[in-house]
């Protein structure tokens, strides 16, 4: 199953340096993980029996910089790549279950390794030792396990994002959480309300673009309404329609996985739907009807996305796709230009990804019907954009200044009248040419009251 793990150049200078000196050292974690794995390492990390102003003298010729050496980490830089080169160390107390409050350096890689959150990152490797397993993360690779090294419990409080990141690598390497651990994850849930929000951020993207994450984020809803509370509303909410067979968050975390690979349109599908709860309206007969969902959900959108401190833009992105998931192509041109009006080419393209992972997560009724409005859309939306149609002022064969030259009142009334143009055009009631344009916008401007 395993391939031989292959050093890379640098990490062996790294380690002969060190050995050098008089010191052990490994690759270890995350970087030897994913090597048996097969997996392209993201980066090194080196520990060593070296102290942290040992390392500095024996890599002076190189550029170092302190990058946690309370915590026995000095950073290297070796043709432009920053290595972590971190002392063993045994952990002191965790008082804000994120980061102990004092170490103890070691020379034992055994007892470094034990300070460490899961059996698979507790592996380290060496071309002269081989791997060093001590607590068994090779056999548990081979198994799919995901364990934490020693007690989960205490695991999780010495640093309560080890839940998170827990439920990250198993929906990543499609791994199975060994019971106890998982038990411990749904004990310790609320200690996630002291992690920081972008840390909490980062962890979910990467976990929403896992292969595992449907299973992830059906068996630890309760883990993820400790962050997103807006979101246990949808937990086992029936959606008594012929277009579900899913609860809203049985939905929600099959549109997820069926989504394509990109963070944005993940997070938009976990929060398509989140308002459903908040708006639904129940026929006599038990039907379900969900107006105005897409507005609310939205708006809740919005408001998780700054909690957790996700960048403008992205945040932006996300709202926007959440409001217009639910508009359906009516087969009109004048839709998709309005559409493209408001989203932009790259918005629009991205919506249609939403929509397909949604229209995929619903029920047999209509699906064919569905799916084929969903490739005529796109099909118009490429007619439109290779025609070069008009569906922005930018694209307007007129601007402020020619509306200026024929008598237009300066600033409010140059953007209304622009507005009218775009319309106009969009509408089909005249050509996005510069004679016609003046011409509307003449009559247009003589309707303006004057101040």
Partial sequence: MFLKIALPGNVKRIINILNKGGFSAYAVGGCVRDSLLSKE???????????????????SSYTTFDSGIKH???????DKVIYEITTYRIDGEYKDNRRPDAVTFTDDITKDLARRDFTVNAIAYNEQYGIIDPFGGLSDLKENLLRCVGNPDERFKEDALRIIRALRFASVYSLRIEQKTSDAILRNRSLLKNIASERIREELLRLLTGDGAENILLSYRDVFAVFIPEAEPM????QHTKHHNRDVWAHTAHAVAVAANDPLIKTAMLFHDIAKPLVCKRDLDGTTHFKKHPVVSAAVTNRVLQRLRFPSDFTEDCTLLVKYHDVRYNGSKKQILRLLNILGERRFRLLL?????DTLSQSEY???QKLKSLTNAES??????????CFSMKHLAVNGNDLLNIGCPRGKAVGAT????????????????????IQKAQDFINTIPKE
């Fill in 72 to 78: 026995g980490t000095v950073s290297v830089v070796i």
């Fill in 235 to 238: 937990f086992d909410f029936e």
């Fill in 380 to 389: 118009c939306l490429n007619e439109v954009i290779y025609e070069d149609s």
């Fill in 353 to 357: 990804k939403i929509q397909l992972a």
């Fill in 418 to 437: 622009l507005k009218f143009l775009l319309n106009c055009v969009i509408d089909g009631k005249v050509k996005n040419e510069k004679p016609m344009l």
């Fill in 41 to 59: 390492p993201n980066d090194w990390d080196i520990t060593t029996s070296a102290p942290p102003q040992t390392v500095k003298a024996l890599f």
């Fill in 366 to 368: 209509l699906l064919e």
